[in-house]
């Protein structure tokens, strides 16, 4: 929950100029690649199953994140600003 509050912050920030500091959303898109690759993989790792559901999900969860932080980082490279 707290990663994806981190990534709604970061886009807030991407989407407009005067929201705060300019290394905010470069912290906020790291605390949002930590926190939600931490938080899969500990469940993965103290919580194996038999099925291996925890693993694969962590590891389709690790390619979506890395995809979403790399669009974040193509917008703010572009300097799309909504306000």
């Not at 390619?63 to 600003?81: C, D, N, S």
């Amino acid at each position: 929950m707290l990663g994806t509050a981190a990534l709604l912050g970061a886009v807030v920030t991407l989407a407009r100029k005067s929201v705060g500091p300019p290394w905010l959303g470069f912290a906020l898109i790291g605390a949002f690649f930590i926190l939600r690759l931490v938080a899969e993989w500990t469940l993965a790792v103290r919580f194996p199953d038999p099925e291996g559901r925890h693993k694969r999900s962590a590891i389709l969860n690790t390619f979506i994140t890395i995809a979403v932080t790399a669009f974040w980082f193509y917008l703010q490279k572009r300097g799309i600003r909504l306000g």
